[in-house]
Nanobody, 122 residues
Framework: QVQLVESGGGLVQAGGSLRLSCAAS????????MGWFRQAPGKEREFVAG?????RSTYYAMDRFTISRDNAKNMVYLQMNSLKHEDTAVYYC??????????????????WGKGTLVTVSS
């Protein structure tokens, strides 16, 4: 069992940066690939970035964002730069037994966090 709790969301001006964190519980964290997704108001949830269980592989849908992980701390991060108003969304952390690229497929994801809201003012 893995529980995921996101943090770091908030209000930021366009052009600014923000780092999201995802704290994971459970001793099996390092066996899961991790990913970030987002859902804007009135839109479907979409993939942002994925990272393999070891952290050696990453896969992105957006080039302004960087995903990283610290398996010793059971943490995953999303560094977001040059933020735009359209990046406003609830950001979710997810865990799956798959590759970094495989994290782009939402179906069958093993665990989800409850999300953290990012608001980018224009």
């Amino acid at each position: 069992q893995v529980q995921l709790v996101e943090s770091g969301g908030g209000l930021v001006q366009a052009g600014g940066s923000l780092r999201l964190s995802c704290a994971a519980s459970g001793r099996t964290f390092s066996t899961y690939a991790m990913g970030w997704f987002r859902q804007a108001p009135g839109k479907e949830r979409e993939f942002v970035a994925g990272i393999s269980a070891t952290g050696r592989s990453t896969y992105y849908a957006m080039d302004r964002f960087t995903i990283s992980r610290d398996n010793a701390k059971n943490m995953v991060y999303l560094q977001m730069n040059s933020l735009k108003h359209e990046d406003t969304a609830v950001y979710y952390c997810a865990a799956g037994l798959r590759t970094a690229q495989g994290m782009s497929v939402m179906n069958g994801m093993d665990y989800w966090g409850k999300g953290t809201l990012v608001t980018v003012s224009s």
